[in-house]
C-alpha cells in the first residue's frame, strides 16, 4: 500500500508562483514514477508531469517551461514548482505513484496506481 499526500495549494495571482508536495508512503517510492495530474470544474483528469524513478522529467505541452516537478527519495517527496501560473492552470492537483513503470514515462490516469486526495489551486486574473 502506498498513501500520498499532497499539500502547498492556495490562491495566488497570474504570475505568481507555487510548490506542491506530495508525500508518499511506503518503501517502493524510489522506485516508482511519479506524476502531478489536475482537474478543472467540468473537465476530465489531465497530465501535467510525471518525472521516472531515475529522475528524467517530462511535461504537458500547457505547462512546458513554467512547471518543474523533481523528487527526494530520501523524504519520500515529490514536488511540482509552478511558476508564471495563469488562470487556467486553476484546477485540484492530484499526485499519483505508478510502482510498476517500466522504462516509458506514464502519462495517462490508468497507468497510475494510487492517488492523493487533491490540492486545490486557484490563479486569479
Known amino acids: 500500500q502506498v498513501q500520498l499526500v499532497e499539500s502547498g495549494g492556495g490562491l495566488v495571482q497570474a504570475g505568481g508562483s507555487l510548490r506542491l508536495s506530495c508525500a508518499a508512503s511506503g518503501r517502493t517510492f524510489s522506485s516508482a514514477a511519479m506524476g502531478w495530474f489536475r482537474q478543472a470544474p467540468g473537465k476530465e483528469r489531465e497530465f501535467v508531469a510525471a518525472i521516472s524513478w531515475i529522475n528524467s522529467p517530462t511535461y504537458a505541452d500547457s505547462v512546458k517551461g513554467r512547471f518543474t516537478i523533481s523528487r527526494d527519495n530520501a523524504k519520500n517527496t515529490v514536488y511540482l514548482q509552478m511558476n508564471s501560473l495563469k488562470p487556467e492552470d486553476t484546477a485540484v492537483y492530484y499526485c499519483?505513484?505508478?510502482?510498476?513503470?517500466?522504462?516509458?514515462?506514464?502519462?495517462?490516469?490508468?497507468?497510475?496506481?494510487?492517488w492523493g486526495q487533491g490540492t486545490q489551486v486557484t490563479v486569479s486574473s
Open positions: 499519483a505513484a505508478d510502482l510498476a513503470p517500466g522504462w516509458a514515462i506514464p502519462r495517462t490516469v490508468n497507468r497510475y496506481d494510487y
